[in-house]
């Protein structure tokens, strides 16, 4: 009896987007009379950061600092259609809206910075700061929030747009299945490394690799917990979690997390992370959906290092204890 | 969290300035603080509680319903059965014209699976409703009902929905959604070896720490305002407004941060029995599940069972893939067919493979209906595909990293379902794992690219 160890690999892509598309949503853009930006959405934040990103977003399409952009959403009285948050959308459908509603704002605010300035609109760019400069000639300027307050109290404009973003619906083939899933995919490899108690089944997950590409890191920190918080579902997905241990049995499902296993932090691996760029062709900023697919390379790769290690495939999951042993136990019988 | 610039530089400009950025998130201290307002943060005088009496049967007839003694218990405003919703029968993605209606709010003369609701119980206080509910006498005639999915698609098998008329979903293709691309059997008879593998997995728990729930608010122009969880703010209200054939003008849908979604908030089942309650009592309602009913009573991850046939050739090269995969939809739709669906465009997974067969099923059986979870349709089909892929690199004596570049996809490589390869990247995300893990491969795998450089 002894402490064996084994480890994995496991490659794998998953697509943007509702399956098919035909998934709508829409944004809506407009100033405060001193220049902060207002993005409205009914888009819900599950608590991934969905509002810092829109934030983050808008603010670089119409070229103010993210700290003037406030993101009011969930709201169904205020906030215009989207079809939700799953399917590794939120980024990607509501970005590409809010992307379009912004462009329309910043060319309002272009408009009217351009009478301000007696110049042509075309000519003038944004420094970032909050600030809009004639190209070429950084001298002659003037605020973001002079402009908003001559929009609203002198000019009589509404700096304001509207975005919407909308991948036309695919209906599958009878026959041969022909259709167009995604626009877009993000792609993931994991290596895991695991120890196997070849006398209680116990799996010790020591290390996970995980190398994602995920077309653009918008908010690389936020990226980070979120590859985090997958990786460490995926892991367990692989060893701990079902509600019916037995299936199709239907008993001894778990009603409280005394009952239904989940790792602790003392059985969390060694994580590591690592992001690839590709950026998408229709993804905001490139940006794909990264939220499901980091949940899943974890499992094949702890399977596959389960096997590697003892020698018995599990092609069942959870990969528990008592599975091992009844595989280690149907091969020395063997 | 390392990123690699060196990967990809020549297709993408980095001359960004506020994406890419790692700003905080302006949300955070209002978490690590706790002063972020979740939607039952909220209390309204004269709320009422609603708890549901649920079926101890997997499958049974409802012959009678007494809710008297109910109604009488301390505390108790009011019951509810089928006959006070006004369009019981209901299916979330008819939405987007996935029917047919197939579900019941509140059962309506048969119980499906085990802790199905079948009466609501609204009350002043928690205590009160779980007190009534226990005095709610249902009376049942139990039913053979079936677990297994095998079991299931077997002729005779007990029918566990009447509105499908058999034990799985009908597509417009057939009993299942085919993929067909190449020659199968052709690819199996010239192939070296031929591997046929089966897998299984079980119902999985999103265990977001804020269970699903909402609050309703009558208000004083006759609209309703639900405070919710849910994760999808139209899709809800709208099914709502046709459960309760009420105007969506009626309906102000107010969410805010979630407390962890993961799928498990994109059923719609607790808001329109609320706001049903809230209207026909004049009062607040709010109806959170416990833990319990979270566990056991939300949707899960759909149990899968996925069959891969795999014709290799001993040089590395697939040449024909059959994959055959099986969701296990419970007792009503809800998301399962749009899941089983998914997995048909997903398969062979990220192989460019000449002859593939896909056939994906939404089974029905007479447990807690699964739905929507963080990857459903791919998630557990990927964990069948790479360990399959595992088994086949060893049952030819090649190296599991090095078999998996020889079959990668890359730009232009058509796919089974018919769509050409765009914006690839599975080599290089090999290449980095194998630098990063310390497992090397070939030179000739790490000169790959997904992508004609420069082109």
Not at chain 2, 34 to 39: E, S
Request: glycine content about 10%.
């Amino acid at each position: 009896m002894a402490i064996r160890r084994g480890r994995g690999v496991a490659a794998i892509n998953y697509p943007t987007g509702m399956n098919l598309g035909g998934d709508p949503t829409q944004a809506l853009v407009h100033s405060t009379p001193t220049g902060n930006f207002m993005v409205t959405l009914s888009s819900v934040d599950l608590g991934q950061g969905m509002k810092q990103i829109m934030a983050q977003i808008c603010a670089e399409t119409i070229g103010v600092p993210t700290d003037r952009v406030v993101v009011d959403t969930a709201d169904t009285d205020t906030g215009p259609h989207c079809m939700g948050t799953f399917a590794s959308r939120g980024t990607h459908r509501a970005g590409n809206a809010v992307i379009q509603a912004a462009r329309e704002a910043r060319q309002v605010m272009l408009e009217v910075a351009a009478e301000e300035l007696e110049v042509n609109a075309s000519d003038l760019e944004t420094d970032g700061q909050g600030n809009i400069l004639v190209k070429g000639a950084p001298q002659k300027s003037i605020s973001i929030f002079d402009v908003a307050l001559s929009a609203h109290f002198k000019r009589g404009r509404s700096i304001s747009g509207r975005g919407m973003f909308l991948i036309p619906r695919s209906y599958p083939e009878k026959e041969t299945g022909a259709m167009k899933p995604s626009t877009c995919y993000a792609h993931a490899c994991t290596v895991a490394e695991v120890e196997v108690d070849d006398e209680t089944g116990e799996v010790t997950v020591l290390t996970v690799k995980n190398v994602f590409e995920i077309g653009r890191a918008l908010n690389p920190k936020m990226v980070e917990q979120q590859l985090v918080g997958g990786s460490w579902m995926g892991i367990s997905h692989a060893l701990y979690e079902t509600t019916e241990p037995y299936y199709p049995n239907r008993d001894h499902g778990g009603t409280d997390f005394n009952q239904y296993l989940m790792p602790g932090p003392g059985d969390l691996a060694e994580t590591e992370i690592i992001v690839l760029e590709r950026p998408s062709a229709d993804g905001p900023y490139g940006a794909k959906g990264p939220g499901e697919m980091c949940a899943n390379p974890q499992i094949p790769a702890v399977a596959n290092a389960v096997f590697d290690a003892v020698g018995v495939r599990i092609d069942t999951l959870p990969i528990t204890p008592e599975r091992i042993l009844r595989a280690l136990k149907a091969q020395a019988a063997n | 969290m390392e990123l690699r610039k060196n990967y990809f530089a020549d297709v993408r400009k980095d001359d960004l300035h506020e994406i890419g950025q790692p700003r905080p998130r302006s949300d955070s201290p209002g978490h690590v603080t706790g002063k972020t307002a979740f939607f039952a943060d909220r209390n309204f005088p004269g709320m009422l509680h609603l708890k549901m009496v649920r079926s101890p049967h997997h499958h049974a007839r409802i012959r009678s319903i007494d809710a008297s003694e109910a109604e009488r218990h301390p505390g108790v405003v009011r019951v509810l059965t089928a006959k006070d919703v006004p369009h019981n029968v209901y299916t979330i993605l008819i939405l987007i014209q996935i029917g047919p209606e197939d579900e019941t709010v509140l059962a309506d003369g048969k119980v499906r699976w085990k802790g199905e609701a079948v009466v609501a119980v609204l009350a002043e206080t928690e205590r009160a409703a779980q007190e009534a509910v226990a005095k709610v006498k249902v009376d049942y005639e139990v039913l053979p009902a079936v677990f297994d999915m095998e079991e299931a698609l077997k002729p005779g098998a007990p029918l566990v929905n009447e509105y499908h008329g058999q034990n799985y979903y009908l597509y417009d293709s057939g009993e299942c959604r085919k993929v067909r691309f190449g020659d199968v059997e052709a690819g199996f008879a010239g192939a070296d070896h031929v591997l046929e593998q089966s897998y299984q997995s079980s119902p999985i728990e999103h265990a977001p720490t804020e269970t699903t729930g909402c609050l309703v608010v009558p208000e004083g122009n006759d609209r309703f305002t639900c405070y919710t969880n849910t994760q999808a703010m139209f899709f809800t209200l709208d099914n709502t407004s046709i459960i309760l054939q009420m105007p969506g003008s009626k309906l102000h849908f107010v969410g805010g941060t979630v407390g962890g979604g993961f799928g498990g908030k994109v059923d719609v089942i607790v808001e329109p029995i609320a706001i049903l309650g809230a209207k026909l009592t004049g009062r607040p309602v709010c109806f959170i599940y416990s833990r319990e009913e979270e566990m056991q009573i939300s949707s899960p991850r759909a149990a899968e069972k996925i069959v891969i046939k795999d014709g290799v050739m001993k040089d590395g090269r697939i040449v024909a893939r059959k994959v055959t995969g099986y969701t296990d939809a419970g007792a009503y739709s809800r998301h399962s067919p749009y899941g089983a669906q998914k997995g048909a465009g997903h398969y062979p997974g990220p192989y460019t493979i000449p002859n593939v067969w896909i056939d994906t099923y939404c089974v029905y059986t007479n447990r807690t209906p699964s739905s929507a979870m963080r990857g459903f349709g791919v998630t557990i089909g990927d964990f069948a595909l790479e360990v399959q892929m595992d088994k086949l690199a060893r049952l030819i004596g090649m190296d599991p990293l090095e078999f998996r570049f020889i079959n990668a996809y890359r730009d232009g490589d058509m796919k089974a379902h018919r769509q050409p390869t765009e914006g690839a990247a599975l080599i290089e995300c090999m290449q980095e794992a194998s630098r990063a893990a310390n497992w090397p491969v070939a030179e000739k795998f790490m000169a790959m690219t997904s992508y004609v450089k420069g082109a």
